[in-house]
């Protein structure tokens, strides 16, 4: 599974911004998947993931009231929106799959390339 991401870019300090993850030459209707991201001179961070039929999801604390993960299987994509973002944002955010079942994965097996997305304080 090929992952593609859009729709970063750059946004003031408190707008919003949405964010698209698609899957080439695949379906992403039995991963469960997730949004990271990494800032300059960071390590890849976990933001948030979503189960396989969208019921429940999971955000890293920093996120929590202002991201919210969604997914379309039916659109074959899984989408990050983002509200009151805020400076230290700022990263490129990945998209990434892991086949499993239940729960919630240790490893992901497919990582998409990236998309910036710059708040502008």
């Known amino acids: 599974v090929r992952l593609v991401e859009s729709g970063g870019g750059l946004v003031q300090a408190g707008g919003s911004l949405r964010v698209s993850c698609t899957a080439a030459?695949?379906?992403?209707?039995?991963?469960?998947m997730g949004w990271f991201r990494q800032a300059p001179g960071k390590e890849r961070e976990f933001v948030a993931a979503i189960n396989l039929n969208g019921v429940n999801a999971l955000y890293e604390d920093s996120v929590k009231g202002r991201f919210t993960i969604s997914r379309d299987n039916a659109k074959n994509a899984v989408y990050l929106e983002m509200n009151n973002l805020k400076y230290e944002d700022t990263a490129v955010y990945y998209c990434?799959?892991?086949?499993?079942?239940?729960?919630?994965?240790?490893?992901?097996?497919?990582w998409g390339q990236g998309t910036q997305v710059t708040v502008s304080s």
């Open positions: 030459g695949g379906s992403l209707i039995s991963y469960t």
């Open positions: 990434a799959a892991a086949g499993l079942l239940s729960g919630w994965p240790a490893e992901w097996d497919y």
